[in-house]
C-alpha cells in the first residue's frame, strides 16, 4: 500500500486531507509542522509528502531540503516523492519548491480529484524510481562481475569471497599463477565496491626502479632531490577515495616494504621533501605469483606486512586445475574477439574445444585468450577450427628443437607433454634447469609437470634452481 504523509498546520486541513486520501487506499499519516514531518519519514519511508507551503517554523522550502539530506543519508532506497500544497497568490513560491526538488504543487482550496490524481502520479513516480534502481542494481552487479568466466567450484569460491569482499575496505591479496585473472579480479572488487566512481590505479612493484618507488607512491615537492623542479604528486594522493592495485608485491624491495606498512597504519604519507602529513583513505589490493609464505621464511618479506595486506586473501586457480571452464571461457573470447574484429564466429568444433581442454595452459588464462584471439582473426569459416589452433598449442609446447607431428585424431596433450618432457630431459642430460629452458618453460613449472606426468621415472637431477 501506497505511503502518504500530510504535513500542515491547520489540524482541519489535515482530517480532511487524512480521510480522502485513506478512502483511496492510501495508507496515511499526518505531521502538524515540518520538523515532525522530517521524524515521521524517517520512521515510515513515506512514497508521498503532501505538504503546505507557509508554516510556523520550517516551512516547506525547508522540509524538501530537509528530506533531500534524508535522502543522501539513507542506506536502503528512501525517495519521496513531495507535493507542495499553497494558497492562490503564492504560486511564484510554488514555482520555487518545484525549483527546489518538489514535484507538483497544488493550489488551495483543493480539488479533491485533480488532489488525488496528483498524489497517485506522485507515487507512481516514486515505484518507478524504486525498480529502476533495483534494475540498475542488478544490472550492475552483473555487468562487473560478468568479465569473469568460470563456473569451477575454486572459481567460484573466489567470486563469492570477491562479492563478500567488495563492500569493505578490507586489504585483499590475490595469489596466483601468471594470466590466472589476478588484475580483471582486483578491478572487478574496486568496481563492485562503494569507492567504483573514484580512481583504480594500479603499479607494478617488479618493473620500477628501487630508487624510484618512493618518489611514484608517495610524490615529492620541488627541491627534494636533484632533478625535482616541480611539485609531484604520488599514486597514494591521486588515489585518494579509491583503490590502489599493487601488482608483484611479492618484488616489492625491503625498505618500501616498511615504508608501506606504516601508511598502511597511519593513513599518512608524507611528500619525499615535504614536511606534513596528509592524510590519505586508499584500499589496497595487492597481487603476486610468488609463494608469498616461502618468501616470509627466507626472510626476503616482511611478515606484518604480509599479515597487514592478506585481510582477506584469494586463491586463483590455474586453468589446469579447472578445464571445465575452458568450453565457456572459449565461447567467451570468441564473442569478445567477433566484437573486436567484427567477425561472426558460432563457437568452436567440437575437437577443437576438446584439444583445448586437454592442454596444459601453463600461461593460464592469458595464454587461452591470445589462442583464440588469434583463431578468430585466423578463420575464414565460421567456427574456431581444431587446424586454427593444433599449431599455437603445438609451438607452445614444442620449440623447433623438437620435431612432432601432430595426429589428427585423437591427441593427447598429456602424452604428448610427457614425451616432450622426457625428451628434453635426455637432450639436457637430466639436468632440470636445462631442460627446462630448452622447452621454454621455467625451472617451476617444468619441475612441477616432470612430477606430475611421469611419477614413477627416475628424478632427474634436482639442480638449484636459478633464482
Ligand atoms: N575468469 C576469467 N574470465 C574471463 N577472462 C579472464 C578471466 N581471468 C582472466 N581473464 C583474462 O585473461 C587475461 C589475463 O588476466 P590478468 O591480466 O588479470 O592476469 P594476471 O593474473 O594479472 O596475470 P600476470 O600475473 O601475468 O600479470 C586478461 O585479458 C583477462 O581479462
Ligand atoms: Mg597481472
Redesign the pocket.
Known amino acids: 500500500m501506497p505511503v502518504v504523509l500530510v504535513v500542515d498546520d491547520e489540524p482541519l486541513q489535515r482530517d480532511i486531507l487524512k480521510t480522502i486520501l485513506q478512502d483511496e487506499g492510501f495508507e496515511t499519516h499526518v505531521a502538524a509542522s515540518g520538523e515532525e514531518a522530517v521524524t515521521i519519514a524517517r520512521e515510515f519511508r513515506p512514497d508521498v509528502i503532501l505538504s503546505d507551503l507557509k508554516m510556523e517554523g520550517m516551512d516547506g522550502i525547508e522540509l524538501i531540503e530537509r528530506v533531500s539530506e534524508l535522502k543522501s543519508s539513507a542506506t536502503e532506497f528512501f525517495d519521496p516523492t513531495i507535493i507542495i500544497m499553497t494558497a492562490h497568490g503564492t504560486i511564484s513560491s510554488a514555482v520555487e519548491a518545484m525549483r527546489r526538488g518538489a514535484f507538483d504543487y497544488l493550489t488551495k482550496p483543493l480539488n479533491k480529484d485533480s488532489l488525488i490524481l496528483t498524489v497517485r502520479r506522485g507515487t507512481e513516480r516514486t515505484d518507478l524510481l524504486r525498480e529502476n534502481l533495483q534494475l540498475h542494481r542488478e544490472l550492475y552487479d552483473r555487468f562487473r562481475m560478468e568479465?569473469?568466466?568460470?563456473k569451477s567450484p575454486k572459481?567460484q569460491e573466489a567470486i563469492e569471497i570477491m562479492r563478500k569482499v567488495s563492500g569493505s575496505p578490507a586489504t585483499v591479496l590475490i595469489l596466483?599463477e601468471?594470466?590466472?585473472?589476478?588484475?580483471?579480479?582486483a578491478r572487478a572488487i574496486h568496481y563492485n565496491s562503494p569507492r567504483r566512481s573514484k580512481a583504480f590505479t594500479a603499479l607494478n612493484c617488479a618493473s620500477i626502479p628501487e630508487n624510484l618507488f618512493e618518489s611514484e607512491l608517495f610524490g615529492y615537492e620541488p627541491g627534494a632531490f636533484t632533478g625535482a623542479s616541480t611539485r609531484r604528486i604520488g599514486l597514494f594522493e591521486a588515489t585518494n577515495g579509491g583503490t590502489l592495485f599493487l601488482?608483484e608485491i611479492g618484488d616489492m624491495p625491503p625498505l618500501m616494504q616498511s615504508k608501506l606498512l606504516r601508511v598502511i597504519q597511519d593513513r599518512e604519507i608524507r611528500r619525499l621533501g615535504g614536511k606534513d602529513a596528509i592524510k590519505v583513505d586508499v584500499r589496497i589490493i595487492s597481487?603476486t605469483?610468488k609463494d608469498l609464505e616461502k618468501e616470509l621464511a627466507k626472510g626476503n618479506f616482511r611478515e606484518d606486512l604480509y599479515y597487514r595486506l592478506r585481510v582477506v586473501s584469494i586463491d586463483?586457480p590455474p586453468l589446469r586445475d579447472r578445464k571445465n571452464d575452458v568450453p565457456e571461457?572459449v565461447a567467451?573470447f570468441i564473442n569478445k574477439y567477433n566484437a573486436e574484429f567484427g567477425k561472426r564466429l558460432k563457437s568452436a568444433e567440437p575437437a577443437a574445444v576438446k584439444a583445448l581442454s586437454e592442454y596444459t595452459w601453463p600461461g593460464n588464462?592469458?595464454q587461452l585468450?591470445s589462442v583464440i584471439e588469434r583463431a578468430v582473426i585466423m578463420s575464414d569459416g565460421d567456427s574456431v577450427r581444431l587446424k586454427d589452433i593444433k599449431g599455437e598449442l603445438r609451438t607452445f609446447q614444442s620449440p623447433d628443437c623438437f620435431d612432432f607431428d601432430l595426429p589428427e585424431e585423437g591427441l593427447n596433450f598429456e602424452e604428448l607433454e610427457e614425451k616432450l618432457l622426457r625428451k628434453a630431459m635426455t637432450k639436457a642430460n637430466g639436468v632440470v634447469a636445462k631442460a627446462a629452458k630448452l622447452l621454454g618453460m621455467s625451472y617451476k613449472t617444468f619441475w612441477y609437470r616432470w612430477e606430475k606426468l611421469t611419477p614413477n621415472s627416475p628424478p632427474g637431477k634436482k639442480d638449484a634452481p636459478p633464482e
Open positions: 568479465g569473469i568466466v568460470g572459481m596466483g601468471s594470466g590466472t585473472g589476478k588484475e580483471l579480479v601488482d597481487a605469483n586463483l571461457l567467451f588464462i592469458r585468450e
